[in-house]
């Protein structure tokens, strides 16, 4: 049974919200989100990438960035910017990418169902990422940057949120420059508040789709402020965790590409001997070879693409993690080939996500000799199978897309 409760919501005033949001921190560098707060001083990057207003000389995880980021999300709260709903509420949060529509909740999910795993995990996190978002929240006092969740939603649940799409207008709707349509609606009647926490309570089980990290610093934060508040009485707002939950069908996960610097010493005829060894090797003339079904790459290497076809005995018989295509591709090629023995820290990789064109992987790997590979992507079935048997994916195994955008809702720790 999922505990998701509604929520006062700090948003974005009306006519504010375009401006407001902005991706993920994680998803920007330091040098794009200045750019981006430079032209806009009401981009919610000033909370999540503080950064940007201290001296460009100063490391990103000083004190200084956090109290920034502390006052920066107050200022756009006693400028009007930012207001508090007076009552919990839940949120319908609905993104459009290419025709293609997804309707989520935002509310907040509880740490007690991510300790007690209700709230399913598929990524190992790295513990400076986590003490940075630690930090983060605990200064701010707030969740700033929602946890994207999956479920199985029921019928019931499904159908409330189309009527009320129907019945009500919208508190935002803007497209972004990436051509993604953002629509909120609130939900503040109580009936279908209650409606909506009734049927999460038939929910099984809450599947992180992105976010691991800042959803294990919330819980973490969560947790010191218990220590803190000896009393407490999982009423308030710190035992919950800002997040929207999607139904899993509506979502979309996009390749995570691979290249790799070098050839780890070896010729170009050495690699391609290696891995002649355990695919079916195609040349493919003159356009990049996009993988069309699983267990399918595209490799590039020193002017040709090739399509690569795992031989059936890399993956039959194997679970469901030696069965992923990032799995085998790290099993047979990046360790034993090209010696990336660990792919979270080995600089001689670079991940490349989303929907960057393959042409761009081709230019990568010819900046440095080296080769790229092309991966099909990971399906949510997998995702949420590997999540139920409590094993981990390999690093970057999937990007989905569109991203929530950071500063539509905040959810403050006191209330």
């Known amino acids: 049974m999922a505990v ?10 009306e006519g504010k919200a375009a401006a407001v949001a902005a991706l993920p921190y994680d998803v920007v560098n330091r040098e794009e989100a200045a750019a981006i707060g430079k032209e806009n001083p009401d981009s919610f990057l000033h909370v999540d990438r503080a950064e940007m207003d201290l001296p460009a000389e100063t490391d990103l995880y000083d004190a200084k960035v956090y109290q920034k980021a502390k006052e920066n999300l107050h ?4 400028t009007g910017v930012l207001v508090q709903d007076h009552k919990p509420c839940y949120y319908i949060y609905e993104l459009v990418r290419k025709g293609k529509v997804q309707t989520g909740i935002a509310g907040c999910a509880s ?13 190992l996190t790295r513990s400076d990422k986590e003490l940075d978002r630690i930090n983060h929240v605990d200064v701010c006092d707030a969740n700033t940057g929602p946890i994207y969740l999956a479920c199985r939603y029921t019928d019931a649940l499904s159908a409330l949120l189309e009527q009320w799409k129907k019945e009500h207008k919208a508190a935002y709707d803007f497209t972004e420059e990436d051509e993604i349509t953002h629509r909120v609606w609130v939900i503040d009647g109580d009936e279908a508040i209650s409606q909506i926490q009734d049927e999460m ?8 789709a992105d976010g691991h990290h800042r959803a294990v610093s919330a819980v973490k934060v969560g947790l010191k402020r218990r220590q803190e508040n000896p009393d407490y009485t999982g009423e308030e707002a710190f035992n919950y965790f800002l997040s929207v939950v999607f139904p899993y069908d509506q979502l979309t996960i ?9 050839l780890n010493g070896q010729s170009v005829e050495d690699v391609l001997e290696k891995i002649k060894e355990n695919f079916d090797m195609t040349i493919v003339p003159g356009f990049p070879a996009k993988p069309v079904e699983k267990h399918c790459f595209g490799m590039y290497l020193d002017g ?10 890399l993956y039959e018989g194997k679970d469901v993690v030696g069965q992923l295509d990032s799995q085998i591709l790290q099993d047979v090629v ?10 979270r820290t080995d600089k001689r990789i670079k991940f490349v996500g989303g929907s960057h064109k393959l042409r761009e992987l081709q230019t990568l790997a010819d900046e440095t000799r080296g080769v790229a590979f092309a991966l099909y992507p990971t399906s949510m079935e997998d995702l949420m199978q590997i999540a139920d048997e409590s094993k981990p994916m390999p690093p970057k195994s999937t990007w989905f897309e ?3 955008r950071s500063g539509i809702f905040v959810h403050k720790l006191r209330g």
């Open 254 to 262: 996009l390749a995570y590409n691979r290249v790799v610097r070098d």
């Open 334 to 343: 990046l360790g034993p080939v090209l010696g990336i023995g660990d792919p």
């Open 111 to 123: 740490i007690d169902d991510y300790l007690n795993n209700v709230v399913k995990k598929h990524e």
């Open 402 to 404: 569109p991203k929530l």
């Open 75 to 78: 200022k756009m709260e006693e």
């Open 304 to 313: 040709f693409w090739y399509l690569l076809k795992a031989k059936s005995e």
């Open 4 to 13: 998701f409760r509604a929520f006062k919501a700090l948003r974005p005033t």
């Open 201 to 208: 309570e038939k929910i099984s089980a809450l599947y992180i």
